[in-house]
Structures are given as structure tokens and as C-alpha cells.
């Protein structure tokens, strides 16, 4: 047993609060706690540069997805997961996709697609219809005044998108950024089913 002054979650260090648990006659998810825990096995902390590099992640996960909803709700009455519907819509020639597929895309659940199709659907944003080639599937269709709503959003969007994490980086981080993202992908998505067709015969000319 080894006593623990700060908090517990991704590591322990010298009584820093780091993470969600508190430790040391605190509690740790709802349950009063003496204030020791059982050592972690070597490598079950993270070290301090490994510890910064994840809360960084996390940190902008928690934030950048909120300032994309409101620049697109203000510009377009959209949120950022519509916004991405309808794009994914507008880079396939016939503008459509079969529903399945663009739960793929989105990293979707088919509740949740469904959910923002309805909205979008009443909006005439999209339509839904059969599969042209197996009618058992659904297929989700941009209509032309969702073409219009998705131009005349995509500047605005594009410099929120440049503001925030475009140029806030030079050429090599910029780079160095993508090559981070194309490694985790390799892991959370080894399938790459999020992956644009464009972006996958991009990658295959390179």
C-alpha cells in the first residue's frame, strides 16, 4: 500500500491534483476512502510528459466541437454533426448515401443519424428514399435547398476552422498534427471507415 496525497485518475505525483478521483479521506466516486491505494503495476501511470500530451488531447476535444456548433448554429442553424451530414452528402456525385454507410462516415449511431436526418428532412435539407440498387436500404439525399444552406455555410465555417486550428499552427506543425492523428486513427480506426473516399484515393496517389 502506498499513501496518495493528490488525486488519482491518470497518475499520482507529489500531492498534484490530477484527474477525477480525490484520495485521502475524500471521497473517490461517491465512496469515503482512508486515504491509501494498492500500488499500480509499473506502466499503469502515466508519465509527466505522457500525462500533459493526453490532457491536452482531452482538452481540446472538450472544447473545440461547442465553438464549431455556435459559429455554424449562428451562420446556419446548424450543429457541427448536421454541417458534417450534409458535407459528406455534397462530395458524392449523385449527392447520396446509403444510411449505413453514412453512419460510417460520421462515427454515427443509426439512433442518432436517424435523429438528425428527421430534423434535417423537415428542414428540406435531405430527403430519404430506397436504394437504387437494393431497395431494403435507405439512402440519404441532399436536396438542392440543402446544397444552398451547406454553401452558403462553408466560408464561415472554414474561418472558424482557420482561426482555431489552421493558423495557429506553422507549415511543420501543421504537418507534424496530421501525422499524430493518422497514427492514433491506425488504432480507433483501423478500418478507416470515418475516411472520406476522396481522402483515401489521395492517400493512395501520394
Known amino acids: 500500500m502506498t499513501e496518495v496525497t493528490g488525486s488519482v485518475g491518470w497518475a499520482a505525483v507529489g500531492g498534484a491534483a490530477v484527474g477525477e478521483a480525490a484520495v485521502g479521506g475524500a471521497a473517490v466516486g461517491g465512496v469515503e476512502v482512508s486515504g491509501t491505494v494498492e500500488r499500480a503495476a509499473p506502466g499503469h501511470w502515466l508519465e509527466n510528459d505522457e500525462r500533459e500530451a493526453w490532457l491536452s488531447l482531452i482538452r481540446v476535444m472538450a472544447k473545440l466541437p461547442p465553438l464549431l ?10 450543429n457541427f454533426f ?34 438528425a436526418a428527421r430534423h434535417l428532412e423537415a428542414r428540406g435539407l435531405l430527403v430519404r428514399e430506397g436504394d437504387l440498387v437494393d431497395g431494403r436500404c435507405i439512402r440519404a439525399v441532399l436536396t438542392d435547398a440543402g446544397w444552398q444552406v451547406l454553401t ?24 507534424a498534427l496530421r501525422a499524430a492523428n493518422e497514427q492514433i486513427l491506425r488504432r480507433v480506426d483501423p478500418d478507416q471507415q470515418t475516411r472520406p473516399a476522396w481522402s483515401v484515393a489521395a492517400a493512395a496517389t501520394r
Open 152 to 175: 452558403a455555410a462553408v466560408p464561415g465555417h472554414v474561418d472558424t476552422v482557420r482561426d482555431l486550428v489552421v493558423d495557429a499552427l506553422d507549415p511543420g506543425q501543421l504537418a
Open 69 to 78: 456548433d455556435a459559429q455554424l448554429q449562428r451562420s446556419a442553424g446548424l
Open 82 to 115: 448536421e454541417y458534417t451530414i450534409l458535407a459528406m452528402l455534397s462530395e458524392q456525385v449523385d449527392r447520396a448515401l446509403r444510411m449505413s454507410h453514412l453512419a460510417a462516415l460520421t462515427n454515427a449511431s443509426p439512433s442518432r443519424l436517424s435523429h
